[in-house]
């Protein structure tokens, strides 16, 4: 059949808005040329009787609790496909972006609650909803237990497989008491000051954030750096972005309007902020850091150098003027009395 090119706009128009409408997860496998033509599909939340508007699945169950959802499995090919359905346990990539473990890694928390038919076919541009069913341990521990469920499809281009996946995060979170807390460690900073003597530097800050709580957070917070003990003070704000439990950033900041005279004293702190989910009654629990530098303000003392030679010349040439006009007033008055000497009279 031969596609005219408004019906192809229109196909891939439909595709695009899909893939924004879910959160996708990113395919996993070696490369290879696929040997069967091409698919391309989108899977949702859904209820029983197609995709329901959920970007994301998200519930707070009880330990032993078991609860019926649904997915649905859009196909936008020109041929029936026969999809892999699969569940796995969710991270966040380095990039904040959310995935769920490849199929050759063992999952061991979210991703084990799930169980799901093991394959399911649609029909050409057709939509298949398909029930799964979570079912928490009687032992889960509190908090969040993060996972993906994706449909997927290999293909096979001589002896490498590809494996590609559309799927969407299913946030599962035990009820019990939920805490929020914030570790920060590795606490460094970098001076770089301004060779204008007049002009403030900057102070780059990097730090370890680790998610040590049994949510999924996010974190504000400030870099204070005080000089001249307290004196002198500068304040940034400062971000910590979506970070599942057990979950470590490295975020990296500066400051601003330092001048580096000396000592420094640079102070993070961050409150954690329960994401998702219920946050009454949770336990927060922020996190704080200090570092102690001591830096050694070159251009000031530069210009103290100059200032001080300034001085200095200053005082040579004084001092020097002096003297001669002292010289001079002396010749001045040993020619003047001199010169009394010749004219006065010998009576």
């Given at each position: 059949?031969?596609?005219?090119?408004?019906r192809?706009?229109?196909?891939?128009?439909?595709?695009?808005a899909?893939?924004?409408?879910?959160?996708?997860?990113?395919?996993?496998?070696?490369?290879?040329?696929?040997t069967s033509p091409?698919?391309?599909?989108?899977?949702?939340?859904?209820?029983?009787?197609?995709p329901?508007?959920?970007?994301f699945i998200?519930?707070?169950?009880?330990?032993g609790?078991?609860?019926?959802e649904?997915?649905?499995?859009?196909?936008?090919?020109?041929?029936?496909?026969?999809?892999?359905?699969?569940?796995?346990?969710g991270?966040?990539?380095?990039?904040?972006?959310?995935?769920?473990?490849?199929?050759?890694e063992?999952?061991?928390?979210g991703?084990?609650?799930i169980?799901?038919?093991?394959?399911?076919?649609?029909?050409?541009?057709?939509?298949?909803?398909?029930?799964?069913?979570?079912?928490?341990?009687?032992?889960?521990?509190?908090?969040d237990?993060?996972?993906?469920i994706?449909?997927?499809v290999t293909?096979?281009?001589g002896?490498?497989?590809?494996?590609?996946?559309?799927?969407?995060r299913?946030?599962?979170?035990?009820?019990?008491?939920?805490?929020a807390?914030?570790a920060?460690?590795?606490?460094?900073?970098t001076?770089?000051?301004?060779?204008n003597?007049?002009?403030a530097?900057?102070?780059?800050?990097?730090?370890?954030?680790?998610?040590?709580?049994?949510v999924?957070?996010?974190g504000?917070?400030?870099?204070?750096?005080?000089?001249?003990?307290?004196?002198?003070?500068?304040e940034?704000?400062?971000?910590?972005?979506?970070?599942?439990p057990g979950g470590?950033?490295?975020?990296?900041t500066?400051v601003?309007?330092?001048?580096?005279?000396?000592?420094?004293?640079?102070?993070?702190?961050?409150?954690?902020?329960?994401q998702g989910?219920?946050?009454?009654g949770?336990?927060i629990?922020?996190g704080?850091?200090?570092?102690?530098t001591?830096?050694?303000?070159w251009p000031q003392?530069?210009?103290?150098?100059?200032?001080?030679?300034?001085?200095?010349?200053?005082?040579?040439?004084?001092?020097?003027?002096?003297?001669?006009?002292a010289?001079?007033?002396?010749s001045?008055?040993e020619?003047?009395r001199?010169?009394g000497?010749?004219?006065?009279?010998?009576g």
């Amino acid at each position: 059949m031969i596609r005219t090119p408004l019906r192809a706009l229109t196909r891939m128009l439909a595709v695009l808005a899909v893939v924004l409408a879910v959160v996708p997860i990113s395919s996993t496998g070696a490369m290879a040329e696929p040997t069967s033509p091409a698919v391309t599909w989108a899977v949702q939340p859904a209820d029983r009787n197609g995709p329901d508007g959920r970007r994301f699945i998200e519930r707070t169950l009880d330990p032993g609790q078991v609860v019926t959802e649904h997915l649905a499995v859009r196909n936008f090919s020109d041929s029936a496909v026969v999809f892999s359905l699969k569940a796995a346990d969710g991270y966040l990539t380095d990039k904040g972006r959310f995935n769920m473990l490849p199929s050759n890694e063992k999952s061991v928390d979210g991703g084990t609650w799930i169980t799901v038919q093991e394959t399911v076919t649609v029909e050409a541009n057709g939509t298949k909803v398909v029930p799964f069913t979570i079912t928490v341990p009687e032992d889960a521990t509190p908090g969040d237990h993060p996972a993906g469920i994706a449909a997927t499809v290999t293909s096979t281009g001589g002896t490498v497989a590809v494996e590609s996946r559309v799927g969407f995060r299913v946030m599962l979170r035990a009820s019990g008491t939920v805490t929020a807390s914030v570790a920060i460690s590795d606490l460094s900073t970098t001076y770089t000051p301004s060779w204008n003597p007049f002009s403030a530097g900057t102070l780059k800050v990097g730090y370890t954030a680790k998610n040590d709580g049994n949510v999924a957070l996010t974190g504000t917070g400030k870099v204070s750096v005080d000089e001249l003990f307290g004196l002198v003070k500068q304040e940034d704000p400062t971000q910590v972005t979506e970070t599942l439990p057990g979950g470590v950033q490295v975020v990296d900041t500066q400051v601003d309007g330092v001048w580096g005279l000396g000592r420094l004293k640079t102070t993070v702190s961050v409150t954690p902020a329960v994401q998702g989910g219920d946050p009454t009654g949770a336990e927060i629990r922020p996190g704080t850091a200090t570092v102690t530098t001591w830096i050694v303000p070159w251009p000031q003392l530069a210009l103290l150098l100059l200032l001080g030679l300034l001085v200095l010349a200053y005082r040579v040439i004084t001092q020097r003027r002096r003297r001669r006009l002292a010289q001079l007033l002396a010749s001045a008055r040993e020619e003047g009395r001199a010169e009394g000497r010749r004219t006065t009279p010998v009576g």
